[in-house]
């Protein structure tokens, strides 16, 4: 405050001069000195103000940084070993849906393959022998039931072609089965087959790739790294007593290279991450992005609402005061006219443009609102609304 008492001091002689001088150019005299107060007709300081009013909570947003990531991020390899022969996709290329990336060599599949189709083949063949045998034995087996109704023929002859006809029925179920086992294990091969085949499980776009043709890769090895396009999504570790106050669904914005864009919070995981202390919250964008990557940095702004009582004033309205307090000059009323009075004051939030403060303010009040370099306590002022 010294220092602006000094400013205001030294200003005196200056008015006074000022004053002189259009009482000369009025031809009348000009008075020797400016009251104090600055009260000398003409000399009255104008100040804008505005009137305060009293708040009972304010909001502070906070931000959070978090990164962008796909909703999908896969590594691709095979199910099965073998040795790769062809890559059909590399990195920064986009694949479709199904489209085949990589091969396996199936020589030995397809041979083995080749081998139980002669296999069905075979037993279908020896199944259609024995139906014949069969349907000969059946008829054997009723002409001599009749011949031994007619005791033309012992019982030993009938025995032996009723035997012979349930022993081919026996034959053919096997037959049967030996086509139902090579057709299973060929059902296999088909499987291995297709598995020997590197898929995109979605459409997106190669961001890695860990081997080369020629290699001998192990079931479960990466191949390539598949990123799904389109979809991002972001990704925020918070405190824990910041994602209390939050819910699903609810919509925030978020900040990517100066630009805000609308998301809405789609999940709160259950655990606190163990090396930060945080819970990762997941916000989906309500309409994608353009030009932004998987991996990019983003921030999210969170407002929670304090609870106190207090006001809201233009940081050119704070003067420094002392022991860490700050002051704002209000106007009170006098017989000749307003004039400024020191009100003591505690920041308890600071934005880029304006304060929230408490102290000796009174709901009401006129503040001074910028100048405040100009005044000292006491000061007479003649007002004019801030816009």
Not at 158 to 184: P, V
Not at 360 to 385: C, F, I, K, N, S
């Amino acid at each position: 405050m010294k220092r602006i008492v000094l400013l205001s001091v030294l200003a005196l002689p200056v008015l006074a001069l000022a004053a002189a001088e259009r009482a000369t150019r009025d031809g009348t005299d000009a008075p020797a000195t400016a009251p104090a107060d600055g009260s000398a007709d003409g000399a009255l300081l104008p100040v804008e103000t505005l009137r305060v009013r009293e708040v009972e909570s304010y909001e502070v947003a906070t931000r959070y940084a978090g990164r962008v990531v796909s909703r999908r991020t896969s590594e691709l390899g095979f199910e099965r070993g073998g040795r790769l022969v062809a890559l059909a996709a590399d990195e920064g290329d986009r694949v479709e849906a199904g489209q085949v990336l990589a091969r396996l060599d199936v020589r030995e599949l397809e041979a083995r393959r080749r081998e139980l189709a002669a296999q069905v083949e075979a037993a279908r063949a020896r199944v259609g022998e024995i139906d014949s045998r069969l349907a000969l034995a059946r008829v054997t087996t009723a002409r001599r039931r009749e011949l031994l109704e007619r005791e033309a023929i012992s019982a030993q002859l009938f025995d032996e072609s009723r035997y012979a006809e349930q022993a081919l029925a026996a034959q053919i179920e096997a037959a049967r089965a030996d086509i139902a086992a090579a057709e299973s294990a060929r059902s296999s091969v088909d499987v291995a087959l297709d598995l020997s085949l590197l898929k995109a499980p979605y459409a997106g776009s190669i961001v890695a790739r860990a081997a080369d043709e020629g290699t001998v890769v192990t079931p479960g090895q990466r191949i390539l790294t598949l990123v799904e396009d389109g979809i991002l999504e972001l990704r925020v570790g918070l405190p824990p007593e910041a994602a209390r106050s939050l819910a699903p669904g609810q919509e925030h914005p978020i900040e990517i290279h100066g630009r805000v864009h609308p998301a809405r919070l789609d999940a709160l995981l259950e655990t606190v991450e163990t090396d930060t202390r945080t819970v990762t919250a997941v916000f989906r964008f309500l309409a994608q992005p353009a030009g932004v990557r998987d991996g990019e940095l983003a921030r999210v702004s969170l407002a929670s609402e304090t609870r106190t009582r207090g006001f809201w004033l233009p940081i050119t309205a704070l003067a420094e005061s002392r022991r860490g307090l700050w002051s704002a000059y209000a106007l009170a009323p006098g017989e000749e006219g307003p004039r400024v009075e020191r009100r003591e004051l505690e920041v308890l939030h600071a934005e880029s443009d304006r304060v929230f403060v408490r102290g000796t303010l009174r709901d009401g009040e006129e503040v001074v609102a910028a100048g405040l370099h100009r005044l000292v306590p006491g000061q007479r002022v003649r007002t004019a609304v801030a816009n």
